[in-house]
């Protein structure tokens, strides 16, 4: 399928989540995981319309961020990120969705020019193969967040589990959203926490109607 083919229907599908739930269009950001695709398949989807990329990998990050230089791309690393490979994507990324660790935090810190904005990681499922801060651990680790002045919490991320059940997704997808009413209540300055990064091609639709603000679809656009 085309790209701008997939792209049309889950936009149908984000606008029918946003009118069930009561919530603006406008306020979804569609990121694009172009992880399992070529830079000429991740070049139709900026065609399509897409400006918002999400990469988990390094390799795949530097191979398509040196390809599409001269595109107006929003670029967002979603995976695991090694502390010592940080200095390598720093100067590139605009938003890390994997900040899991103080020791990653700290390098960040260390490396950044800039503020950089990142999401926490939460492991809300607590799987065992999931990287994320554990749901109990979420406020005092952006607590201790506060001593790195280049880093920005603009919102929490989780990855739900691989399953049907519609009502334990849910669950998952609350449960982040409460979480993050708890750290704007802190009234963090280096925290506003306002963004929910949470959904993926099976389970957007509900991830939306539960709050998300970034949905993370591989699959059913570029795969
Ligand atoms: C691969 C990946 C996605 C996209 O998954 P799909 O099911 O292909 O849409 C989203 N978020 C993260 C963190 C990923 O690694």
């Not at 990329?53 to 230089?69: A, I, M, P, T, W």
């Not at 940080?86 to 900040?99: M, P």
């Not at 193969?129 to 979420?138: D, F, L, Q, T, Y």
């Not at 704007?184 to 091609?201: F, I, T, V």
């Amino acid at each position: 399928m085309e790209v701008a083919a997939n792209l049309e229907e889950i936009n149908h599908k984000i606008e029918r989540a946003c009118i069930k739930s009561n919530r603006l269009v406008e306020d979804i950001t569609l990121i694009g995981v172009t992880k399992y695709v070529t830079i000429e398949r991740t070049k139709e989807a900026i065609q399509a319309g897409i400006c918002n990329l999400g990469e988990n990998r390094l390799e795949g990050f530097q191979e398509k961020y040196d390809s599409l230089q001269e595109t107006d791309v929003k670029w967002h690393f979603i995976g695991t990120l090694q502390s010592r490979k940080v200095k390598e994507v720093i100067h590139q990324v605009d938003v890390i969705h994997s900040l899991d660790r103080l020791s990653l935090a700290k390098e960040i810190n260390k490396r950044a020019e800039k503020t950089i904005d990142c999401f926490v990681q939460v492991n809300v499922s607590k799987e065992e193969s999931k990287h994320g801060i554990m749901p109990e651990e979420v406020l005092t680790f952006i607590g201790k967040l506060r001593d790195f002045s280049r880093i920005r919490v603009v919102g929490l991320m989780t990855m739900a589990p691989h399953i049907e059940d519609k009502e334990a997704l849910r669950q998952v997808f609350k449960r982040l959203a409460s979480l993050r009413k708890e750290v704007q209540e802190k009234g963090y300055d280096s925290a506003p926490c306002a963004y929910l990064s949470m959904g993926m091609s099976n389970d957007f639709e509900l991830a939306i109607e539960e709050g998300a603000t970034h949905i993370r679809i591989g699959t059913k656009l570029v795969g």
